[in-house]
């Protein structure tokens, strides 16, 4: 099989028959006209369209792109979510697919496709292996996946030899970058923290998988709008540099191979590439645009309707969320503060306190409202902004991007599992501690953490437990640690 890399997550795969593979093309702007790949891929659009199959790994709109999707007449494959809202979107738009179980496998010609859904509840992610069958090679696509403990032992059981092995080494964020009350020295620290975390996650992936090479892909995005331009700074924004990769990986100083790829490079399964120059300011500054999204009247009411129905939904979650939330509707002077726990809706003054303020334009807002726009999508975006009076909260987050879905119950299931999952031991100031080993947030091992500042940070999101107490300091609640 050939291999061409698209750009950001994306690849192109042949068969010896000529048969064209995509998995997660990605080619127009995403997140409200936010995000733009980068480097620019625009000349591989047209021979993409000529695609046979196109596989998902899930719905974010820099692995789904709609409006390439319309335009090809590919079967496309997705990953049976426990959710149906990737089935919803896809549907709305025109968009016909066939879904796969989990790890199920799919022949075409000599290649062996399969998807690897998360196994952690309420996180619709996965990663997409693909199996030569005349030559034995095993390319193994991570996208943005990251493996629960369950998820770790299935892909070290079932592929003993990885050739190449693609990974998200940027992350999807916006946390501190919308954050309007810390200071330029604190959103640097939590950016390197984030940075930090991530790059080690992908250290500690190739440890347990050992492919011969690695391939860091689902980089940053470019961001075009006048407003943004300052994120494709990478002192300013949480989007790593290619280069910054490739020197922390030069540290480590591991055995795999790393390619380096611009979109339209083959990948090949031994070659590795060279060095490639990172210039996002100087297109971004080239290539700016402003938006102009009309003005919506929103009234009161609507507001009380659509708050209304996402109580229904919300069930004992809202015993999590002791806060009060204004939100601030920028273009119309329109504030309403909402408290969740007491469900309880208001329409406030400018002076009004809450615990957390959250700014977005009309048009976003009436987007949400209508279902056409999810409030995880509209927080990628970087078109909201928060003021938190509280420390940020990771489950105000949550509650938002579970609205109207049924994985807010497996989400609340989940936080009650991970209480009882197995353990690993580690040795803190000479004491020996039996530690939770899944993280609440989204199962991820705790036991491939670091222990830093006294405490165990989760390799998957950055999650901070204190190592004598099992305390949270980034939201409400702990994990299990028993002294042996």
Not at 81 to 110: M, Q, T, Y
Not at 147 to 171: C, E, T, W
Not at 214 to 240: D, Q
Not at 265 to 291: C, F, H, P, T, W
Request: aromatic fraction near 12%.
């Amino acid at each position: 099989m050939k291999i061409k890399y698209l750009g950001h997550a994306g690849f192109s795969i042949t068969t010896k028959n000529n048969t064209k593979i995509l998995m997660d093309p990605w080619f127009n702007s995403a997140f409200l006209e936010s995000w733009y790949p980068y480097p620019d891929n625009s000349s591989l659009i047209c021979e993409s369209r000529d695609a046979d199959y196109i596989f998902l790994s899930h719905e974010h709109e820099d692995h789904c792109d709609i409006e390439f999707l319309k335009t090809t007449n590919a079967q496309i494959f997705i990953p049976k979510f426990r959710s149906d809202s990737f089935r919803v979107k896809l549907k709305a738009n025109g968009i016909s697919f066939l879904e796969l179980e989990p790890r199920e496998s799919i022949l075409i010609e000599e290649i062996k496709l399969t998807f690897i859904i998360q196994s952690s509840p309420a996180w619709d992610d996965s990663a997409i292996a693909v199996e030569c069958m005349v030559n034995d090679e095993t390319f193994l696509n991570l996208n943005d996946l990251k493996p629960s403990v369950d998820d770790m032992h299935f892909m070290r059981d079932r592929f003993k030899k990885i050739n190449l092995l693609a990974f998200q080494y940027s992350g999807a964020s916006w946390h501190p970058m919308c954050n309007q009350e810390i200071d330029t020295e604190e959103k640097r620290n939590i950016i390197l923290k984030k940075i930090t975390n991530k790059f080690q996650h992908t250290i500690k992936l190739i440890d347990e998988l050992t492919p011969e090479s690695v391939l860091p892909s689902a980089g940053p995005p470019i961001f075009l709008n006048r407003k943004h331009l300052k994120f494709n700074n990478s002192k300013t924004g949480v989007f790593p540099y290619l280069d910054e990769y490739l020197a922390f990986y030069n540290q480590e100083n591991k055995k795999s191979k790393i390619k380096l790829l611009q979109p339209g490079d083959d990948v090949g399964m031994g070659q590795s590439n060279s060095e490639i120059l990172d210039e996002r300011e100087k297109y971004a500054n080239s290539n700016y645009i402003d938006l102009n999204w009309p003005q919506y009247d929103i009234s009161i009411d609507q507001v009380i309707r659509y708050f209304s129905k996402e109580w229904v939904d919300i069930g004992s979650f809202k015993n999590l969320l002791n806060y009060s939330i204004i939100y601030e509707i920028t273009d119309i002077d329109l504030r309403f503060k909402v408290n969740p726990k007491v469900q309880l809706i208001e329409k406030v003054n400018a002076s009004t306190k809450g615990d957390l303020i959250l700014s977005l334009p009309s048009y976003v807002f009436q987007r949400i409202i209508n279902s056409i726009t999810t409030w995880e999508e509209a927080f990628l975006s970087l078109h909201v902004t928060f003021n938190w009076n509280i420390p940020y909260n990771e489950y105000i987050i949550t509650y938002h991007k579970y609205l109207h879905s049924d994985y807010l119950k497996d989400y609340l299931n989940n936080l009650a599992k991970t209480k009882s999952n197995e353990t690993f031991e580690v040795e803190y100031e000479g004491k020996r501690l039996a530690v939770q080993r899944a993280c609440p947030h989204a199962q991820g091992d705790l036991s491939r953490g670091e222990i830093i500042d006294g405490c165990i940070v989760c390799p998957s999101h950055g999650w901070r437990f204190n190592i004598k107490t099992g305390v949270c300091l980034d939201s409400p609640g702990r994990i299990t640690i028993k002294e042996l």
